[in-house]
């Protein structure tokens, strides 16, 4: 009995000193990682991936090396995420919503006027919800590590302000590739024109498409401003971004090898959210400040917006999977106090 309780000790204690760094660190091998997102270097989710490779050299002893592709080098977030199925990419971080092509639950996070505050999200993602979606991505050949943060969406356009429901009808916006944001301009009235961000600029620049929705860090990041003139704050979908990993890579890493990517996506995580939200407060002002023209929506309008959306909720809650989307109500509920 004695023997077997030394035993279960051992099996408690080895995983502790892998993850403290003790002695079977040195059984880190070394290994090189391509690590793609669509976003320019200054932007949050960048600054993120940046912060990420240094601590993945600290943690590994400079074995491990992330070698970072931003601005869409490596194709869009549709096809990178292909690329890490294939084995091809070893990591990238975009909107989780867009999973929902691979896993219909991702469409929940979507949905709009969900959350309150990043803060909140926060709570959701790290929480039973975000992990129970997370367990369902290695049968598409994906590992998610950890939810980062992209940001309260608003959109911009070139043709006239938009201050109320009826000024948004007939806009043509460029939305991301998922089903929910396609929906979500429609049924307000605009006409939804899903894209690779690594084309928007271009499209909003030939006048493709009249405007387009991101949080205001992209807007000022990407320079939407120089080929814009209006901007709504419309905070109408909040999206977490989560961090992925090809299982194909992964399956081949020993346990140490993914205590240290594990630990740096969460330690990163927690700078990237701060770094985001400190530049979500700023950018605002910096737009205003390139000369386009900021409006916010009033209370009374963006009640009819989300009275617009309403059956568009409901369509997708029978699409995504009511057990799905009431989960996380529930636990929304929960974060709320309610």
């Known amino acids: 009995m004695l023997n077997r309780l030394t035993k279960m000790a051992l099996g408690i204690a080895l995983p502790l000193a892998l993850l403290a760094g003790g002695p079977a660190a040195a059984e880190i091998r070394e290994h090189q990682l ?6 320019n270097k200054g932007h949050p989710q960048v600054t993120g991936m940046e912060k990420f490779a240094e601590l993945v050299k600290d943690k590994s002893g400079g074995k491990i090396e992330i070698k970072l592709f931003p601005g869409g080098v490596l194709g869009g977030d549709v096809q990178t995420v292909s690329a890490l199925q294939g ?19 991702f469409g929940a996070v979507d949905l709009p006027f969900l959350f309150n505050s990043g803060e909140e999200a926060d709570k959701v ?12 991505l290695p049968d598409t050949g994906l590992v998610g590590l950890a939810y980062w943060e992209l940001g309260f969406r608003n959109l911009t356009n070139n043709r006239h302000a ?37 084309e928007l600029y271009t499209a909003l620049e030939t006048g493709t498409v009249d405007g387009q929705e991101n949080p205001a860090a992209n807007i000022l990041n990407a320079k939407f401003y120089e080929v814009q003139k209006y901007m709504t704050v419309t905070r109408h979908q909040y999206n977490p971004q989560i961090v992925l ?25 927690d700078y990237q959210r701060q770094v985001s939200r400190e530049l979500d407060k700023k950018a605002i002002d910096e737009i205003k400040a390139t000369g386009m023209q900021v ?35 529930k636990e929304l509920n929960a974060v709320r106090g309610n």
């Open 87 to 105: 084995g091809v990419i070893e990591m990238t971080v975009l909107n989780a919503g867009i999973l929902a092509g691979n896993v219909k639950q």
């Open 162 to 198: 938009v201050t109320s429901l009826d000024a948004i009808k007939g806009l043509k916006i460029r939305t991301i590739q998922s089903p929910i944001p396609i929906e979500l301009f429609n049924s307000l009235g605009a006409n939804a024109v899903p894209l690779p961000y690594t």
């Open 34 to 39: 391509k690590f793609a997102s669509a976003n």
């Open 245 to 269: 990993i090809s299982k194909k890579f992964w399956d081949g890493l020993n346990d140490e090898e993914k205590a240290v990517l594990q630990a740096a996506a969460t330690e990163a995580r």
């Open 125 to 136: 993602m790290d929480g039973a919800f975000g992990t129970g979606l997370m367990g369902l």
């Open 295 to 329: 409006d916010e929506l009033s209370a009374e309008e963006t009640q009819k917006f989300r009275e617009a959306v309403k059956p568009m909720i409901e369509k997708f809650t029978a699409e995504i999977g009511s057990d799905t989307v009431n989960s996380l109500f």
